[in-house]
């Protein structure tokens, strides 16, 4: 994010090649400054990215301080792409909050890593939402319809969603990275567990997928 006219020629050799939709992630920038941003997406987009997601924090702040969300609503303002936001989605109702919010899209990171179910849910939620309003309006016209706006709550198997992402790690992914993204995904999951930072020591140890899920397994024995 440095250099606008680097970053253009870098998308000027991608587009051609990208037959989809091409997107392009970002933050906003090595500084605080909302111009600069805007100058390098209009030149994203005059090279014909598609959509931008914005994560709204400098690169210098890491994961610091909040996630500035404004910056998103001021970026899909100055745009004419879609806009999405990205930054501090961690429970259901926040992620169904944010969809509902002035930009094109969320996306979400560190939650989706710890419960992949949270998209599920969110919709869920969203639905229920739209069916408490279809049944208040009802209701409001006098007619009163029958049941169904409380699906029940959804249970979920953590153990099984950990043996399920490794089965996906060695079929989708190259082995010289399924070691480097167990632990990095297993980090996630053992922070919905009581006992999970030991769980984290133990399957940091393990040095093949096949160890890792035997540790997995056996934590759940064991609790
Ligand atoms: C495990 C992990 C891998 C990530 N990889 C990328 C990446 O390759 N490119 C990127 O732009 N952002 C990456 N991010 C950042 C996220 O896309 C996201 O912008 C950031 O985590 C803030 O969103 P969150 O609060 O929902 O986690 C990654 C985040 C995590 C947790």
Redesign the pocket.
Known sequence: MLSIDRAGELISCVRPNVKHRLSV???IGYKDDFDYLVSFCRRLEEEGVEMI?L?P?TVMEK?KRH?RWEYVEMLKKELKIDVAG?????TVSEAVKRAAGPWDAI???????KMPWIFAEAKQEEDLTVMQRSFQQTQRHGVIQGEGCNPSNRKINIEEVGCRFLELLAQYQPPEFHISRAR??FY?YCDNLEWGNYLKNQLNKEETLSGIEMVWKDFFLTI
């Open positions: 992630k970002l933050r997601t994560h924090r994961f996630a990205s930054g501090d989605i961690f996306m979400i990171g560190r939650a989706a890593i990095r995904f996630y």
